[in-house]
C-alpha cells in the first residue's frame, strides 16, 4: 500500500477528500482508497500492483467486465473521427432508436452525460408537462445529485450520515415530499392530501443506494395506480437497473409500466452518459418543440455513443441475461454459506446482476432495517476480504455488481476469500 497512501496524500492535497466523487473516499470503513492503473474482465490493479476481484463495477457500467475488447475498440474507431461535434450524428440515433425498441415505455428518449442530469430533467418535465409543483421521493433513494433531490437521499449521503445536503435553501426542497420506501399506505395518504398537487413520483424500481432493497408485492403496481388516478407522472429510475437487471430492467421484469424512464450507467459502457425517455406526449414538452428547456454541449457524444451502442449489442446475445442472474446467485449464496459456516449473522439477496450483503440475520425491505444491520461487522468484513484481494463497495448501504467476466472459478476464488473474512468476524 506504499505508492496507494502516497497518492492519496497527494490527492487530498488538491482534491477535496482526495476524491471527485464522494463514495470513493472509504469516510465510513476508514483507510485509503486503492488507486487504480487499470482493469481488465472481473479485476483492478491499484498502484501497487494489487490485483482484486472487483465488485463495484464503476459503480455499475462493467457489465461486460472492465476493458472489453470489442467497446475499447468502438471507442478507439470512434475516438479518431472526433471527440466531439456539438451537432447530431447518425449513431445517436441508432442508440435511440436501440433503447426505444429495447423499452417498450420508451417512444422518444434525449441523451444527457449522467444519471443525474437524466433525473432532474425528467423532474422538470414532468414539473412542466402537469403544470405541478410537488414530487414524491423516498427515503434512501439516490438520484443524483441534484437539489431538489438531495433530501434523505441515499449512498453517500446515507454512508456519511448526512441524508439531507446543506447549500441547498429549504425552499428549493419544500416541494418535495419524502415517503418511506414499500411503504403503500404512506403513497396512498399523500396523494389523498395532494393529489392534484403532486408532478411525478421519482422512484429506484429496486433500490440500491440504501444497499439493495427489492420493492414488496404491491408497491411498484401502487405507484403505478396513484399516478394514473392523479395524473402524475411515474418515473422509474433505471440508472442502475437499467439493462442490469434484466433485458428491460425493473420495467421488464415486474410489467409495471413508468411514463418516464432515467437511464446511465451501462448505457455507456463505462464512458460517461445518461438519458431520459417515455411518452410521447410528454417528451413533446421538451424544447425545441415544448417550452421545457434541457440541453448540454456533450449531449449524445460519440465516443459515449460508440461504447454504448457496442455493449448494448453485446448485452442481446442470447442466455446473457439467465448467465448473468446464474453467476450473481452463485456468489450470494457461496457468500451466505461461508457466514453461517463462520456462525456470522448475514444475509444476501440479488436481483440479476446486482446483489445485496446484509450483517443482519434476514433480508431487508425496508431503510430502517438496512440502518439496524451491523455496519461495524460489515467494515470489518470489508477490510478482510480488501485486503486478500477482494473489492466490495466500500459502504454498508451501496448495492454491489457482479459483471459476465465473474466466471465460476472467479465467485468460488471470492467465496473462499470471504470465508476467511467471516472467520476473522468470529475468531
Ligand atoms: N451508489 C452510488 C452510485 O451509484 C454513484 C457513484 C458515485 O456517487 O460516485
Not at 166 to 195: C, M, R, W
Not at 237 to 260: A, K, N, S
Not at 397 to 412: L, N, R
Request: some cysteine; overall charge negative; charged content about 15%.
Amino acid at each position: 500500500m506504499i505508492r496507494n497512501a502516497e497518492l492519496f496524500e497527494r490527492a487530498c492535497r488538491t482534491i477535496p477528500g482526495g476524491v471527485n466523487s464522494p463514495v470513493r473516499a472509504f469516510r465510513s470503513v476508514g483507510g485509503t482508497p486503492p488507486f487504480i492503473e487499470r482493469a481488465a474482465g472481473p479485476y483492478t490493479w491499484d498502484a501497487d500492483k494489487k490485483q482484486y476481484i472487483d465488485y463495484v463495477g464503476s459503480w455499475g457500467p462493467a457489465i461486460l467486465g472492465h476493458a472489453h475488447p470489442e467497446v475499447i475498440r468502438a471507442v478507439q474507431e470512434a475516438a479518431v473521427n472526433g471527440l466531439s461535434f456539438g451537432a447530431p450524428t447518425e449513431a445517436e440515433i441508432e442508440l435511440a432508436e436501440m433503447l426505444v425498441h429495447r423499452l417498450p415505455s420508451i417512444e422518444q428518449v434525449r441523451l444527457v452525460s449522467s444519471g443525474t442530469e437524466a433525473t432532474m430533467s425528467a423532474i422538470r418535465l414532468a414539473r412542466g408537462y402537469t403544470g405541478r409543483a410537488k414530487i414524491i421521493k423516498f427515503e434512501g433513494c439516490y438520484h443524483g445529485h441534484a437539489d431538489s433531490l438531495l433530501v434523505k437521499a441515499g449512498s453517500g449521503l446515507l454512508t456519511f450520515g448526512n441524508p439531507t445536503s446543506a447549500g441547498v435553501p429549504p425552499e428549493f426542497t419544500s416541494h418535495t415530499l419524502v415517503l418511506d420506501y414499500n411503504d403503500i399506505a404512506g403513497v396512498e395518504a399523500a396523494f389523498k392530501q395532494y393529489g392534484d398537487e403532486i408532478a411525478c413520483v421519482i422512484v429506484e424500481p429496486v433500490a440500491g443506494n440504501m444497499n439493495l432493497v427489492q420493492p414488496v408485492t404491491g408497491f411498484l403496481q401502487a405507484l403505478r395506480d396513484q399516478c394514473t388516478r392523479h395524473g402524475a407522472v411515474l418515473i422509474f429510475d433505471e440508472v442502475m437497473t437499467g439493462f442490469r437487471v434484466g433485458p428491460q430492467g425493473v420495467q421488464g421484469r415486474t410489467g409495471i409500466v413508468p411514463d418516464l424512464t432515467t437511464l446511465a450507467k451501462v448505457i455507456g459502457g463505462g464512458m460517461p452518459i445518461g438519458a431520459f425517455g417515455g411518452r410521447r406526449d410528454i417528451m413533446a414538452h421538451i424544447a425545441p418543440l415544448g417550452g421545457v428547456y434541457q440541453a448540454g454541449t456533450l449531449s449524445g457524444n460519440p465516443v459515449a455513443v460508440a461504447a454504448g451502442l457496442t455493449t448494448l449489442r453485446l448485452l442481446a446475445e442470447p442466455g446473457f441475461y439467465e448467465k448473468l442472474e446464474a453467476q450473481t446467485g452463485k456468489l450470494v449464496q457461496g457468500l451466505r454459506a461461508a457466514a453461517a459456516s463462520a456462525g456470522v449473522p448475514f444475509s444476501a439477496d440479488h436481483v440479476g446482476g446486482m446483489f445485496g450483503l446484509y450483517f443482519r440475520d434476514t433480508v431487508p425491505t425496508t431503510l430502517a432495517e438496512v440502518s439496524a444491520s451491523d455496519t461495524a461487522a460489515f467494515n470489518k468484513f470489508f477490510h478482510a476480504a480488501l485486503v486478500r484481494g477482494v473489492s466490495f463497495a466500500p459502504s454498508a448501504f451501496e448495492a454491489g455488481f457482479v459483471s459476465i467476466a465473474h466466471d465460476d472459478d472467479v465467485i468460488a476464488r471470492t467465496v473462499a476469500i470471504a470465508g476467511e473474512a467471516f472467520a476473522e468476524l468470529n475468531p
